[in-house]
């Protein structure tokens, strides 16, 4: 069965302070895997989209990287704004979307 | 260009009741796919629509189900509600068909009493 598993659930950091976010995977054929991030009360946001192994993607302070068996969500330098959970979803071969459970992450000032 | 829209943000229902919620998805979108949120299971992939078609299903039972007009707009119907149906729904869209790069809405919290 499809599985997506994240690891920490929850990070707490000080700002300023680098750190990486994890997601494993097994999956059928895998079409793509994305990273979201979600705000409470609001829905995710989308991040970035990986389809390949050594693939990486980059935004402001935020980078993605895609292994055949996790990809890694870098934070290089967070700020408190960065504080939300982060979402990380596999695309298979079936055309299912599957989502790990997210990693709340907390940025202290 | 306006994001996505579901309606209505809070509901309130009783066991035995049902429910229909409302997705308006970016213009120009014509994939809407939804979820269900819950502290416990995370989101979960309920069904995608492409031009008015159910395209894929998730595992749900089916008292979940759904449809799309031929505007792109979508609905999600809950027949006999349950306690454990509480929960956040959430729609996305995406263009192209492609459900690559989903948008979401900002989601529909439906508690069951």
């Known amino acids: 069965e499809d599985q997506v598993t994240q690891s920490p659930e929850a990070l707490r950091l000080q700002e300023g302070e680098s750190s990486s976010l994890n997601c494993s995977y097994t999956?059928?054929?895998?079409?793509?895997l994305f990273w979201y991030r979600q705000d409470p009360g609001k829905g995710p946001e989308f991040l970035f989209t990986l389809y390949s192994a050594g693939e990486e993607k980059e935004k402001e302070r935020l980078k993605a990287t895609l292994t055949k068996k996790e990809s890694f969500l870098h934070i290089t330098a967070p700020k408190p704004e960065d504080s939300a959970t982060y979402l990380c979803?596999?695309?298979?071969?079936?055309?299912?979307?599957?989502f790990g459970k997210g990693t709340r992450l907390h940025i202290l000032p | 260009k306006a994001g996505v829209t579901q309606t209505p943000r809070y509901l309130i229902k009783t066991r035995g009741q049902q429910v229909t919620l409302s997705c308006s998805p970016i213009?120009?979108?014509?994939?809407v796919s939804w979820y269900q949120q819950t502290p416990g299971q995370g989101l979960q992939f309920l069904f995608e629509?492409?031009?008015?078609?159910?395209?894929n299903k998730g595992n749900f039972p089916g008292r979940f189900s759904g449809r799309q007009f031929s505007n792109s707009r979508s609905e999600m119907n809950v027949s006999t509600l349950e306690l454990g149906d509480s929960a956040l729904y959430l729609c996305?869209?995406?263009?192209?068909?492609?459900?690559?790069?989903?948008?979401f809405g900002p989601g529909t919290r439906l508690t069951v009493t």
């Open positions: 629509y492409f031009s008015e078609t159910q395209r």
């Open positions: 996305a869209s995406s263009s192209l068909g492609q459900i690559y790069e989903q948008y």
């Open positions: 979803a596999v695309h298979n071969r079936d055309d299912k979307i599957i």
């Open positions: 999956v059928s054929g895998l079409r793509g």
């Open positions: 213009s120009g979108h014509r994939s």
